[in-house]
């Protein structure tokens, strides 16, 4: 209802504006609000039985959904000339869409859309998925059995559908993107990183990995008495993973804080960042004050 009402919108607000209506119908109406549905964060083994329950020439697809958080247009529009497996790497650039019967490729849903993401897990599934199939670099990556363009209506009917109910999970083809933003929260990626990644216009929040942590580990601990004693230290921080994003942005130490590092400080650019961390003297800088 909510897409013919905004289509119905805007085709009226055009004709105001070329003096076809005085005034826009559809300006004093006001839609029923649609409930949010709440976003399904697989685990690991739902995320494995969700991908092995597919057919053999869909599997690289979902695989690619969850390691690299694309968007469905994104997939179904990817060429042979945006991968480059030697570096493991994709670059999105387009996305390809059914508009009536015809097909065609616009541009990314934003600007931002433009971007390079490392596929780490999936790029030796994607070679052996393309091995023995037509060489060519307009040649789409992941099609039909018949080499045509995937409908997501007939991928919803003839493969989501009997996968969902063979691995036994309820979700959306989209909650694999908020899957794969989970994952990245949960192996230490800073906000930043995830936002270009995914090319969303806000950064993920951190309750976004929750849903991935099991239950027995969410619970909260008990906090030590001081009667018995002072505090225990905190553990140290486990290390990083690597191939998860492309860039980790971590904030350097600041005085005061202990030399911990605070990975939810946002820079204007890398060049800041690099800058600061190169001479941290500059941080302590302040303007000199006017003498009275």
């Known amino acids: 209802m909510h897409r013919h009402y905004r289509t119905s919108r805007r085709v009226l607000q055009a004709a105001v504006e070329k003096d076809r209506l005085l005034v826009n119908p559809c300006a004093k109406v006001r839609p029923p609000r649609v409930p949010a549905r709440p976003m399904a964060i697989l685990t690991w083994a739902q995320r494995v039985a969700l991908a092995e329950a597919h057919p053999e020439h869909l599997k690289p697809m979902i695989y690619l959904a969850l390691d690299s958080g694309m968007r469905w247009s994104e997939l179904v529009g990817l060429r042979r000339a945006q991968l480059d497996l030697a570096r493991r790497k994709v670059r999105v650039t387009e996305q390809l869409l059914r508009i009536g019967n015809e097909w065609v490729r616009p541009p990314t849903k934003t600007s931002a859309g433009v971007r390079s993401i490392t596929i780490p897990s999936t790029a030796e599934m994607l070679q052996r998925h393309l091995a023995g199939k037509p060489d060519g670099d307009d040649e789409p990556v992941f099609t039909t059995t018949a080499g045509t363009p995937l409908q997501h209506s007939s991928f ?11 691995a036994g999970v309820k979700c959306r083809f989209h909650d694999l993107r908020h899957t794969s933003v989970a994952l990245a929260i949960a192996s230490g990626a800073h906000p930043k990183a995830i936002q270009v990644r995914m090319a969303t216009a806000r950064s993920p929040s951190p309750s976004t990995a929750t849903a991935t942590t099991s239950p027995s580990s969410t619970k909260r601990s008990p906090s030590p008495s001081t009667k018995d004693g002072p505090k225990p230290p905190p553990p140290p921080a486990s290390p990083e993973p690597a191939g998860i994003v492309d860039e980790v942005w971590r904030c350097p130490p600041v005085s005061g804080c ?19 961390r190169a001479r941290p003297h500059l941080r302590l800088r302040r303007p000199p004050t006017r003498s009275q």
Do not use: N
């Open 156 to 166: 919803q009917t003839h493969a989501w559908k009997e996968a969902l109910a063979a």
């Open 258 to 276: 202990g030399g911990t590092p605070t990975p939810w400080v946002r820079f204007r650019s890398r060049l800041i960042h690099e800058r600061l």
